[in-house]
Nanobody
Framework: QVQLVESGGGSVQAGGSLRLSCAASGYTGKGRCLGWFRQAPGKEREGVAT???????TYYADSVKGRFTISQVNANTIYLQMNSLKPEDTALYYC??????????????????????WGQGTQVTVSS
């Protein structure tokens, strides 16, 4: 069973930086992508960034391109470096995995990867 644990959230002023980490225990060989989603109060969950763990290809939401960078530290750990943060980046950030699960498992398609497993989330708050 794959478990996703996020860390690194917090509060920062606009223009500041944070780095989120996701430890995906048991992930090796069980999935295609690891990524980040976020959900702000009253809004739908949206994809932020994802990385194909087999080859390193990355995909970003337009709203974060040039400011956020996703990277794979080792087989089971990814980072999300967030620079030039804006108040509209405030949200609960979830680590997500696109696992090889049975057909019919609910998923979010982002960057061509079907993300179907989630961590508990870490809060990011950006003040103006």
């Amino acid at each position: 069973q794959v478990q996703l644990v996020e860390s690194g959230g917090g509060s920062v002023q606009a223009g500041g930086s944070l780095r989120l980490s996701c430890a995906a225990s048991g992930y090796t060989g069980k999935g295609r992508c690891l990524g980040w989603f976020r959900q702000a109060p009253g809004k739908e969950r949206e994809g932020v960034a994802t990385i194909y763990t087999g080859g390193g290809t990355t995909y970003y939401a337009d709203s974060v391109k040039g400011r956020f960078t996703i990277s794979q530290v080792n087989a089971n750990t990814i980072y999300l470096q967030m620079n030039s943060l804006k108040p509209e980046d405030t949200a609960l950030y979830y680590c997500a995995a696109a696992l090889y699960l049975p057909y019919g498992t609910p998923y979010y398609d982002f960057g061509g990867c079907l993300h179907n497993s989630w961590g508990q989330g870490t809060q990011v708050t950006v003040s103006s």
